[in-house]
């Protein structure tokens, strides 16, 4: 007697391995949709982050009187325009060891 093929719950049934099929590629589809608003919002919680440390880091500006911001110039490249030169300390100190290596020879 074969009467597997007659069952509804046959797991070799044509209509459940459809089924099946179906199953899968919506909870592939509903991955991918989670891990693209996950990084979505990983991507605006770094953005908004960073904007904060930048508000945080610039000179607060007092109003005007007419109630704009009063402009001011912001220097970039002020520590290489001031002539102070910020330098590797370690890397200073090798190339004296080295200066008095070959002074020896």
Known sequence: MNILPKKS???RNKDNVARVRKDELDAAL????TQRRVQRAQQEART????NRARA?????????DGGQKETHLNLFSLEEG?????????LEEKRKEKVRVSYW
């Open 30 to 33: 509903q991955d991918r949709e």
């Open 48 to 51: 908004e982050f960073l904007r």
């Open 83 to 91: 002539g102070e030169k910020l330098q590797n300390e370690e890397y």
């Open 57 to 65: 880091a610039l000179p607060q500006t007092e109003a005007g009187t």
């Open 9 to 11: 719950w046959h797991v």
